[in-house]
T-cell receptor, first 111, second 117 residues
Framework: DAKTTQPNSMESNEEEPVHLPCNHS???????IHWYRQLPSQGPEYVIH???SNVNNRMASLAIAEDRKSSTLILHRATLRDAAVYYC????????????FGTGTSLTVIP | GAVVSQHPSWVICKSGTSVKIECRSL??????MFWYRQFPKQSLMLMAT?????????EQGVEKDKFLINHASLTLSTLTVTSAHPEDSSFYIC?????????????FGSGTQLSVL
Protein backbone atom coordinates (compact mmCIF):
# COMPACT_ATOMS: atom_id res chain seq x y z
CA ASP A 1 0.00 0.00 0.00
CA ALA A 2 1.24 3.45 -0.91
CA LYS A 3 2.51 5.34 2.10
CA THR A 4 2.02 8.89 3.24
CA THR A 5 4.33 11.11 5.25
CA GLN A 6 3.03 13.82 7.55
CA PRO A 7 4.60 15.98 10.25
CA ASN A 8 3.97 14.55 13.70
CA SER A 9 2.54 17.77 15.08
CA MET A 10 1.61 21.31 14.18
CA GLU A 11 0.30 24.33 16.01
CA SER A 12 -2.01 27.08 14.87
CA ASN A 13 -3.54 30.13 16.42
CA GLU A 14 -7.28 30.22 16.67
CA GLU A 15 -9.07 31.82 13.70
CA GLU A 16 -6.00 31.60 11.49
CA PRO A 17 -5.66 29.35 8.46
CA VAL A 18 -3.88 26.02 8.83
CA HIS A 19 -2.04 24.17 6.09
CA LEU A 20 -1.46 20.50 6.83
CA PRO A 21 0.98 18.90 4.39
CA CYS A 22 1.14 15.31 3.20
CA ASN A 23 3.71 13.64 0.99
CA HIS A 24 2.78 10.59 -1.06
CA SER A 25 5.53 10.21 -3.62
CA UNK A 26 4.61 6.60 -4.47
CA UNK A 27 1.00 7.36 -5.29
CA UNK A 28 -0.42 5.48 -8.25
CA UNK A 29 -2.72 6.85 -10.90
CA UNK A 30 -5.83 5.29 -9.39
CA UNK A 31 -5.19 6.25 -5.76
CA UNK A 32 -7.57 8.72 -4.17
CA ILE A 33 -6.29 11.07 -1.49
CA HIS A 34 -8.42 11.09 1.64
CA TRP A 35 -8.26 13.09 4.84
CA TYR A 36 -9.83 12.01 8.08
CA ARG A 37 -9.51 13.48 11.53
CA GLN A 38 -9.81 11.93 14.95
CA LEU A 39 -10.76 13.77 18.10
CA PRO A 40 -9.61 12.29 21.42
CA SER A 41 -11.34 9.04 22.37
CA GLN A 42 -13.50 9.06 19.25
CA GLY A 43 -13.57 7.31 15.92
CA PRO A 44 -12.22 9.20 12.91
CA GLU A 45 -14.47 11.37 10.80
CA TYR A 46 -14.32 12.15 7.11
CA VAL A 47 -12.93 15.53 6.13
CA ILE A 48 -12.38 15.56 2.39
CA HIS A 49 -11.05 13.55 -0.53
CA UNK A 50 -9.87 14.11 -4.09
CA UNK A 51 -8.14 12.54 -7.06
CA UNK A 52 -6.49 15.22 -9.19
CA SER A 53 -8.32 18.51 -8.87
CA ASN A 54 -8.47 20.73 -5.82
CA VAL A 55 -11.59 20.19 -3.73
CA ASN A 56 -13.60 22.37 -1.39
CA ASN A 57 -16.30 21.51 1.10
CA ARG A 58 -17.77 23.09 4.18
CA MET A 59 -15.04 21.71 6.42
CA ALA A 60 -11.88 22.29 4.44
CA SER A 61 -10.09 22.56 1.13
CA LEU A 62 -7.75 20.04 -0.43
CA ALA A 63 -4.96 21.25 -2.66
CA ILE A 64 -3.32 18.54 -4.75
CA ALA A 65 0.03 19.06 -6.42
CA GLU A 66 0.13 18.77 -10.18
CA ASP A 67 2.28 15.63 -10.00
CA ARG A 68 0.04 14.30 -7.20
CA LYS A 69 3.03 13.46 -5.06
CA SER A 70 1.88 15.77 -2.31
CA SER A 71 -1.26 17.43 -1.04
CA THR A 72 -2.27 20.00 1.54
CA LEU A 73 -5.34 20.11 3.73
CA ILE A 74 -6.40 23.67 4.38
CA LEU A 75 -8.54 24.69 7.31
CA HIS A 76 -9.51 28.26 6.54
CA ARG A 77 -10.10 29.41 10.10
CA ALA A 78 -8.97 27.10 12.85
CA THR A 79 -11.20 26.78 15.88
CA LEU A 80 -10.55 25.00 19.14
CA ARG A 81 -12.82 22.21 17.96
CA ASP A 82 -10.43 21.54 15.09
CA ALA A 83 -7.79 20.26 17.50
CA ALA A 84 -7.39 16.64 16.44
CA VAL A 85 -5.12 14.16 14.70
CA TYR A 86 -5.40 14.56 10.94
CA TYR A 87 -4.71 11.54 8.78
CA CYS A 88 -3.82 11.63 5.10
CA UNK A 89 -4.68 8.30 3.48
CA UNK A 90 -4.38 6.87 0.00
CA UNK A 91 -7.20 4.66 -1.16
CA UNK A 92 -6.69 2.52 -4.21
CA UNK A 93 -8.92 0.09 -6.01
CA UNK A 94 -5.99 -2.30 -6.30
CA UNK A 95 -5.88 -2.60 -2.50
CA UNK A 96 -9.54 -3.43 -2.12
CA UNK A 97 -10.49 0.16 -1.42
CA UNK A 98 -9.24 -0.27 2.11
CA UNK A 99 -8.00 2.58 4.25
CA UNK A 100 -4.59 2.20 5.83
CA PHE A 101 -3.87 4.95 8.32
CA GLY A 102 -0.44 6.52 8.67
CA THR A 103 0.89 8.31 11.70
CA GLY A 104 -1.09 11.51 11.17
CA THR A 105 -0.50 15.09 12.32
CA SER A 106 -1.60 16.17 15.76
CA LEU A 107 -2.96 19.70 15.42
CA THR A 108 -2.97 21.98 18.44
CA VAL A 109 -5.05 25.13 18.24
CA ILE A 110 -3.90 27.93 20.50
CA PRO A 111 -6.59 30.28 21.83
CA GLY B 1 -25.21 11.70 7.60
CA ALA B 2 -24.68 7.99 8.00
CA VAL B 3 -24.36 6.79 11.57
CA VAL B 4 -22.38 3.85 12.86
CA SER B 5 -23.19 2.72 16.36
CA GLN B 6 -20.64 0.73 18.32
CA HIS B 7 -21.38 -1.02 21.58
CA PRO B 8 -20.18 -1.16 24.27
CA SER B 9 -18.18 2.04 24.61
CA TRP B 10 -15.93 0.46 27.16
CA VAL B 11 -15.56 -2.93 28.74
CA ILE B 12 -13.43 -4.37 31.49
CA CYS B 13 -12.97 -8.12 31.64
CA LYS B 14 -10.88 -10.74 33.34
CA SER B 15 -8.07 -12.47 31.55
CA GLY B 16 -9.25 -15.59 29.74
CA THR B 17 -12.79 -14.41 29.07
CA SER B 18 -14.28 -13.48 25.71
CA VAL B 19 -15.68 -10.10 24.79
CA LYS B 20 -18.08 -9.27 21.97
CA ILE B 21 -18.20 -5.84 20.34
CA GLU B 22 -21.11 -4.87 18.09
CA CYS B 23 -21.03 -2.48 15.17
CA ARG B 24 -24.28 -1.36 13.58
CA SER B 25 -25.02 0.88 10.64
CA LEU B 26 -28.15 2.67 11.82
CA UNK B 27 -29.50 4.34 8.72
CA UNK B 28 -27.77 2.63 5.83
CA UNK B 29 -26.77 -0.77 4.56
CA UNK B 30 -23.15 -1.81 4.63
CA UNK B 31 -21.89 -4.81 2.72
CA UNK B 32 -18.40 -4.09 3.98
CA MET B 33 -17.27 -3.17 7.45
CA PHE B 34 -13.75 -2.74 8.75
CA TRP B 35 -12.28 -3.35 12.17
CA TYR B 36 -9.35 -1.37 13.51
CA ARG B 37 -7.45 -1.33 16.76
CA GLN B 38 -5.55 1.56 18.21
CA PHE B 39 -3.03 1.63 21.02
CA PRO B 40 -2.49 4.82 23.04
CA LYS B 41 -0.87 7.62 21.05
CA GLN B 42 -0.64 5.41 17.98
CA SER B 43 -2.44 5.31 14.68
CA LEU B 44 -5.27 3.01 13.68
CA MET B 45 -4.27 -0.44 12.51
CA LEU B 46 -6.57 -2.29 10.15
CA MET B 47 -7.34 -5.72 11.54
CA ALA B 48 -9.82 -7.16 9.12
CA THR B 49 -12.37 -6.53 6.42
CA UNK B 50 -15.80 -7.91 7.16
CA UNK B 51 -18.05 -8.82 4.26
CA UNK B 52 -21.73 -9.54 4.72
CA UNK B 53 -22.50 -13.22 4.28
CA UNK B 54 -18.92 -14.34 3.85
CA UNK B 55 -15.75 -14.87 5.82
CA UNK B 56 -13.74 -11.90 6.96
CA UNK B 57 -10.40 -11.09 5.40
CA UNK B 58 -7.69 -10.61 8.02
CA GLU B 59 -4.61 -8.47 7.72
CA GLN B 60 -1.25 -10.11 8.02
CA GLY B 61 -0.32 -10.82 11.61
CA VAL B 62 -3.88 -10.72 12.96
CA GLU B 63 -4.98 -14.02 14.49
CA LYS B 64 -8.33 -14.95 13.01
CA ASP B 65 -9.02 -17.52 15.73
CA LYS B 66 -8.52 -14.91 18.39
CA PHE B 67 -10.47 -12.10 16.76
CA LEU B 68 -13.68 -13.66 15.47
CA ILE B 69 -15.65 -11.51 13.07
CA ASN B 70 -19.23 -12.15 12.03
CA HIS B 71 -21.14 -10.05 9.53
CA ALA B 72 -24.51 -11.74 9.42
CA SER B 73 -26.57 -8.87 8.07
CA LEU B 74 -26.18 -5.66 6.10
CA THR B 75 -26.35 -3.62 9.27
CA LEU B 76 -24.45 -5.62 11.87
CA SER B 77 -20.92 -6.87 12.30
CA THR B 78 -19.48 -8.25 15.51
CA LEU B 79 -15.93 -8.68 16.74
CA THR B 80 -15.32 -11.24 19.48
CA VAL B 81 -12.01 -11.17 21.28
CA THR B 82 -11.61 -14.72 22.51
CA SER B 83 -9.64 -15.64 25.62
CA ALA B 84 -8.64 -12.04 26.11
CA HIS B 85 -5.31 -11.22 27.72
CA PRO B 86 -3.91 -7.93 28.99
CA GLU B 87 -2.02 -7.38 25.73
CA ASP B 88 -5.38 -7.29 23.94
CA SER B 89 -6.29 -4.15 25.85
CA SER B 90 -6.81 -1.52 23.19
CA PHE B 91 -9.26 0.84 21.54
CA TYR B 92 -11.26 -1.06 18.91
CA ILE B 93 -13.02 0.90 16.19
CA CYS B 94 -15.35 -0.29 13.46
CA UNK B 95 -16.22 1.46 10.25
CA UNK B 96 -18.60 0.92 7.39
CA UNK B 97 -19.28 2.00 3.85
CA UNK B 98 -22.69 3.13 2.73
CA UNK B 99 -23.73 1.24 -0.41
CA UNK B 100 -25.24 4.39 -1.80
CA UNK B 101 -22.23 6.66 -1.37
CA UNK B 102 -19.76 4.03 -2.50
CA UNK B 103 -16.12 3.52 -1.45
CA UNK B 104 -15.28 7.19 -1.06
CA UNK B 105 -16.28 7.55 2.55
CA UNK B 106 -15.92 5.47 5.64
CA UNK B 107 -18.19 6.09 8.59
CA PHE B 108 -16.68 5.21 11.93
CA GLY B 109 -18.13 4.10 15.20
CA SER B 110 -17.16 5.86 18.40
CA GLY B 111 -14.91 2.99 19.45
CA THR B 112 -14.73 0.48 22.29
CA GLN B 113 -12.09 0.72 24.97
CA LEU B 114 -11.22 -2.80 26.10
CA SER B 115 -9.31 -3.29 29.33
CA VAL B 116 -8.27 -6.83 30.23
CA LEU B 117 -7.25 -7.36 33.83
Amino acid sequence: DAKTTQPNSMESNEEEPVHLPCNHSTISGTDYIHWYRQLPSQGPEYVIHGLTSNVNNRMASLAIAEDRKSSTLILHRATLRDAAVYYCILRGSNTGNQFYFGTGTSLTVIP
Amino acid sequence: GAVVSQHPSWVICKSGTSVKIECRSLDFQATTMFWYRQFPKQSLMLMATSNEGSKATYEQGVEKDKFLINHASLTLSTLTVTSAHPEDSSFYICSARDLKTGPEKLFFGSGTQLSVL
